[in-house]
């Protein structure tokens, strides 16, 4: 069998050794043994699960996250999903795009034959510009709340500190609670979860999502179809 060494496998992941080492104190990749010098030494497995790892973190997902699906039993399904959900984003980025250009060369060439513009060919390209998938929609409206929220908390704390003005940041916390509330309906309203197992889409109900353990992409969740519960994956709710 295999064995690589620290080195061995910083090289073959293309990355440095201080990475294969932060992972190792993360607890993501232990060594497979230790030689009797106190080398680290891994085998193939621990080589195919440090590119697990590497393709996890460039979909974005954080360190807690990664563990948590490298963890499930479903790891290689939900991995695979998170990748066709990419894909389908990236299709449907470059399908929305291939309208974009058509549309743009109706006008041109009714500009250069100088015909008159027809009003279909703008409304589709307002519609085309204008037309943002519903969940980067909610996620930018959730971002803009969610900074205003944190400028004006750390402006009451500032006031309070500085003047000894306490009210105003007892009203930003009262003021927060019903913007956290909102920020909490806007997702829900456009998200649903796909199951690793099963591969069922749906909406999970309020309390669970409220409550369940999730990363950036996925939420664990009880599938109301198959009945397993396990980390499923984010989508737009059509």
């Known amino acids: 069998m295999s064995q690589y060494s620290t080195g061995d496998i910083a090289k073959l992941c293309g990355i440095s050794v201080r990475t294969v080492q932060f992972y190792d104190s993360k607890g993501l990749l232990k060594p497979a043994e230790l030689s009797d010098g106190g080398r680290r030494l891994y085998c193939e497995d621990d080589l195919k699960k440090m590119n697990h790892i590497l393709l996890l973190k460039a979909l974005g997902l954080s360190l807690d996250s990664i563990m948590g699906i490298i963890e499930s039993e479903n790891s290689s399904k939900i991995t695979l999903m998170l990748l066709e959900e990419q894909e389908k984003h ?10 974009q250009l058509s549309a743009i060369e109706i006008v041109k060439n009714n500009i250069l034959s100088s015909a ?4 279909n060919s ?6 085309i510009m204008n037309g943002k998938k519903k969940l980067k929609n909610a996620y930018v409206k959730m971002g803009i709340l969610g900074a205003i929220m944190g400028v004006a908390e ?3 704390i ?7 003005n306490w009210i105003p940041f007892a009203a930003v ?4 609670i019903p913007i956290g509330i909102l920020l909490l309906r806007i997702y829900y309203k456009n998200t649903a979860y ?3 197992n099963c591969e069922t889409k749906f909406k999970p109900g309020r309390k669970e999502f409220l409550f369940a353990a999730h990363t950036p992409r996925t939420r664990k969740l009880t599938c109301p179809s198959c009945g397993n519960k396990d980390y499923c994956v984010e989508t737009y709710d059509e």
């Open 116 to 119: 008159k513009v027809t009003v």
């Open 158 to 164: 500032v006031i309070w500190i500085t003047k000894g």
């Open 154 to 156: 750390i402006a009451a």
């Open 122 to 127: 703008l409304s589709d390209i307002k519609k």
């Open 173 to 176: 916390m009262l003021l927060n």
């Open 194 to 196: 796909i199951c690793a």
């Open 90 to 99: 990236v299709q449907e980025e470059i399908e929305k795009k291939k309208r």
